[in-house]
Every structure is written in structure tokens, then in C-alpha cells.
């Protein structure tokens, strides 16, 4: 039976909600606050999901009061007022965050695998470390850009990873190529920060990169991978629904306007 509100399957909704709070923990934020049926985390700036309110059960609600304190707390901090309005969202927030002028910053989609037919092997070109070094730090860092290309700012989240987790690099000819991490929580496991190095594109290293954090994911008795990736990045949704992801769910990101 569909959700009135989402369309989705119970069965479904349950996964999104299931995702939603691990993604919590897989991309920690160097400060969370729980505030009723929300988590509100603060990154300094950097990522949309470490710097944003999100639900973390169906239908859930703010108040105006609510709302107000969450815009007071980011405003403190130097940055706009973020919400996430995924599918937990109950309806009257969607409509007011929406009224107060909030605009939509991003728009992503969560997609979701089963991992039950992933072989066990790792190829010995991907470098698994159980914690994430300078190196890989580094390296995810110098092949991004504007804000998402300092390192210290990513090195605050990914050191915050108290979870079974694997940073995993891949290295050709002794160069490190691709980049990316998973960290496994109760039987489902994150799949995120995976860049290629633009001069090694085309090659099938990203793709043989998740195949292996996939794996490594199996290997540590997850069932699922999840992941969230933007609406416009035709490249990485025809990657993953290549590797057998299928859509879960959309949701946006919406800000407003410090001075609003």
C-alpha cells in the first residue's frame, strides 16, 4: 500500500527513513543538535546534507517557533538557514518552509542497491584504509572545487566516523586515480565522496572503485548500498543505474536568504 502523501510503498517509505539516519552517521557533522524529529548539523558549509535540518521519521513537523530557532541557530553560525524536504517531511512544513521563501539550492536523488549477488573479492589496485589519512584526504580535496576543495573542512567530517568504514583509493602505475568511501551501519552501507581524476575519465576507474566498496560492504554483511547524487549529474545516475541502483527517492534542499 502507497503513501498518501509520498506515493511511495510502505516498504520503501521504511528504507528512506532507514537511510536518512545512517546518512547521519556516515557523513557526521562536527556539531548535531536533535531538536523534536529532526537533526539540525552544522559543517562550515561545507556539503549541503552537514549543513541542513532533515526529518528522520515519516511526516514529520516544525512549528513556526521551531523553524524560527533553526534559522536563528544557522544565522549564528555564518550560514543560510538550510532544509532538507524529503519525503519524511509531513506536509505543513513542506508548505511553510516554502511560504517563507525559502528557493530550492539542489535538487538529489537517493538511490539504493541490494548487495546480494556482489562477489567478496577486492582488485588489488583499490587501497582500503580502515581510517581516512592525509592522503586520501588530500586527494578527494584536489579534485573538487570551491568549498568542497578544503581539506581541513572534509577532514572535520570524515575523522568524526566512529563506524566500520573504508576509504578507498584507486592507484594506477603507483598514482592514486579515483577516490571514495563507505562506511557500513546495520546491515546497509553509505557509498559516498567518489571522484575521478579528470585526466584518468573514461577509463572505468570509478566504476571498479564502487564495485570494490561495494564489496567491501558484502564483506562486512551489509544487504544494501545507498547513496545520494544530484538530479543533473546524468554521468554519475547512468554510472549507478548501471551498477544496478535503482531510485528510492527525490528531495530538495532549500536555503533562505540570510537577510530574509
Not at 39 to 56: E, H, I
Not at 188 to 215: F, N
Request: aromatic content about 6%.
Amino acid at each position: 500500500m502507497a503513501d498518501e502523501q509520498t506515493g511511495l510503498s510502505q516498504d520503501d517509505l521504511a528504507l528512506v527513513r532507514d537511510c536518512e539516519r545512517r546518512i547521519v552517521n556516515a557523513w557526521p557533522s562536527p556539531a548535531t543538535l536533535l531538536i523534536g524529529d529532526w537533526v539540525v548539523r552544522f559543517a562550515s558549509g561545507y556539503s549541503g546534507r552537514a549543513n541542513s535540518a532533515s526529518p528522520l521519521k515519516p511526516g514529520a513537523e516544525l512549528d513556526e517557533a521551531t523553524l524560527a530557532l533553526i534559522e536563528e541557530l544557522y544565522r549564528a553560525d555564518g550560514l543560510p538557514p538550510c532544509i532538507r524536504l524529503t519525503p519524511l517531511v509531513g506536509e505543513a512544513t513542506t508548505a511553510m518552509v516554502k511560504a517563507r521563501g525559502y528557493s530550492v539550492r539542489d535538487a538529489s536523488f537517493g538511490l539504493i542497491r541490494s548487495l546480494g549477488d556482489i562477489a567478496a573479492a577486492i582488485e588489488p589496485d583499490l587501497q582500503i584504509e580502515a581510517r581516512p589519512s592525509s592522503e586520501w584526504v588530500a586527494g578527494v580535496a584536489a579534485r573538487q572545487t570551491g568549498i568542497k576543495a578544503d581539506p581541513v573542512k572534509l577532514a572535520a567530517i570524515v575523522d568524526a566516523v566512529r563506524l566500520p568504514a573504508a576509504f578507498g583509493t584507486w592507484v594506477v602505475a603507483g598514482e592514486p586515480v579515483a577516490f571514495g568511501m563507505s562506511v557500513a551501519e546495520r546491515g546497509m552501507a553509505e557509498i559516498g565522496s567518489v571522484v575521478v581524476d579528470p585526466a584518468h575519465r573514461g577509463h572505468g576507474y570509478g566504476r571498479r572503485l564502487i564495485g570494490g566498496l561495494m564489496a567491501w560492504a558484502h564483506a562486512m554483511d551489509c544487504e544494501q548500498a545507498y547513496l545520494q547524487v544530484d538530479q543533473t549529474n546524468e554521468v554519475a545516475l547512468g554510472l549507478y543505474g548501471s551498477l544496478g541502483f535503482r531510485q528510492l527517492y527525490a528531495y530538495e534542499t532549500r536555503v533562505l536568504d540570510l537577510a530574509g
